[in-house]
């Protein structure tokens, strides 16, 4: 069965540094590939998506993910992370033939420091 | 532009009692729907689905229902609530059936069960 492993469910770093968030998908098939984010309270908001092309997307508030298939990943990253950042991402997949349903991971908790 | 609502925001219900939450989708026709839950540490769960008028696919065995009477509608029920229904529950939608849709979110409900 399809599934998607977000390591770490909480992750914090300091205003300014790096954001890395790991996603990993196990599946014999390519995939489509989202990230979104939630903040607090609220529903889900996409922050990026890969389909077919280019592995290395561009979303909104500046992060990015690079697929890699030779390691089924398509971890988020943003190169420096603001208050605002913080909050719960989910990465998700989703294939061919699967009336566009999602599979979710477990969602990684961002904090941002001061 | 396209909005999605859901009602109510949040709701405490003892167990037992009956359930009807509501998702409504603004400016587009024929939507494919979805309903998740959310419970805590246990990241999004597909719940339902639904194509069109009338046609539900379950993905999940609970005691947890859908209908969509209208085109823009669906609606999540239950007879007799569970303290494990507990949760916060998101309503999306997308434009078509296709894997690689962005599926859009409404707000939530979030629902204690006492």
């Known amino acids: 069965a399809q599934s998607v492993t977000q390591l770490g469910s909480h992750v914090s770093v300091s205003e300014g540094a790096l954001v890395l968030l790991r996603c990993n998908y196990s599946?014999?098939?390519?995939?489509?590939l989202f990230w979104y984010v939630q903040y607090p309270n609220q529903g889900l908001q996409l922050l990026l998506k890969?389909?077919?092309?280019?592995?290395l997307v561009k979303g909104i508030n500046g992060f990015e993910a690079e697929f890699k298939k030779s390691e089924t990943s398509f971890h988020l990253t943003k190169p420096s992370a603001h208050m605002s950042d913080a909050a719960e991402y989910f990465c998700?997949?989703?294939?061919?033939?699967?009336?566009?349903?999602?599979?979710f991971g477990k969602g990684t908790k961002l904090s941002v420091k001061p | 532009s396209q909005t999605i609502h859901q009602w109510p925001a949040t709701l405490v219900q003892p167990v037992g009692s009956p359930l009807s939450l509501e998702c409504t989708v603004e400016g587009t026709s024929n939507p494919n729907l979805y309903w998740y839950r959310q419970a805590a540490g246990r990241g999004l769960q597909l719940l339902f689905y639904?194509?069109?008028?009338?046609?539900i696919s379950s993905e999940v065995p609970q005691n947890l229902s859908a209908s969509r009477p209208q085109d823009r509608q669906f609606i999540l029920s239950s007879k007799k609530l569970l303290l494990s229904d507990s949760g916060f529950y998101l309503c999306a939608w997308t434009r078509l059936a296709g894997a690689q849709e962005t599926q859009y979110f409404g707000p939530g409900t979030r629902l204690l069960v006492l």
């Open positions: 998700a997949v989703s294939y061919t033939g699967s009336q566009g349903n999602l599979i």
């Open positions: 890969y389909t077919t092309g280019a592995t």
């Open positions: 599946s014999s098939v390519p995939p489509y």
């Open positions: 639904s194509v069109g008028i009338g046609q």
